[in-house]
């Protein structure tokens, strides 16, 4: 496995307390009154002095410090620019073939400096390495390859091991997934989902690599595989697509997960979600497109790209109370720190 060290300083007080705000991802306790906000919605009242505030035990690598801070080499103390990470996408999808160039300079050019495409699909048909070829071939891009739960069906040990290949030769494949449970649509019959999501966990932890979570309708499920399959591993992990309750993300945050939200935190009619990414730890949260899918006020109706995850800090940062700016460095750290990426070197 290729080793990844971020370029991590421990900040100076003043630096502390510019990163951190009136104490955002420390000790942050305020309540938030019922209030229109900018991106166009309604959040109700939360109590952000909850339990699921206070971040819970993980491994104590990744918490060094409240918000390390990263330093670019060709900037020497300078603190990190105005950036943000796309921690899932899947641009590498035919949907993307008539325009994927321009819409990875779409993204540059909206300071998305990292995308994570997730490969899916049949893992017999050429999307793992379609995934792997992209992430090589573009400054900024990794990989995650696994097996949908939607496809579970179609894994076995052929997949198993193409997956692990792919891994050991590609230092831009960095995680295992996206891998679950899907009991919304039932594309495979739950128990081979569950025996692939079971497989899956312990491949990851055998490489070891992060795991990035898919689970629908499906809470209690992957909360007892997880407990089962990954507590212990010492390594963290990623419930992508976040749409649970605060009890699952309190769980899942306890079994060393990170907390993705998407455009749907976006969504008029989420404000119970609002609540949830109101209240998670900001060193546990990450942004998402999930491209081509489920893109964000205001471009609902259109495709998704990775241009718009930029949409989804703006309504966390406002519902949170702090700049743009700080939900972009707060969420690109804590992908770096996750994957131990050193995001200056792209």
Known sequence: MVQRGPQIRHCSEREHSHACGSGIGCNFSQEVQSSNLGCGLTVG??????KLNKAPSVPAMLYKDCLPQIYYARSGCHPCQLMFVDSHAHIDGTEFDADRHEVIQRARDAGVSV???VGTGDPHSGVLERAVELAEKHEGLYAALGTHPHDARLFDDQAAQRITDLIKQSGRAIAWGEIG????????????QLDAFRRQLQLARAAPLPVIIHTREAEAETIEILRSEWQGSDLPGIMHCFSGTREF?????NLGMFVSFSGIVTFKNANDLRGVATAVPLNRLLIETDCPYLSPVPHRGKRNEPAYVVEVAKCLAELRGVSLEEMGRATAENFARLFNLDLSRG
């Open 249 to 253: 993300a309190d769980k899942a945050m």
């Open 115 to 117: 995308i994570l495409n």
């Open 181 to 192: 449970l899907d009991f919304h649509y039932d594309n495979s019959l739950r128990d081979v």
């Open 45 to 50: 009242k939360f109590d952000l002095n909850s």
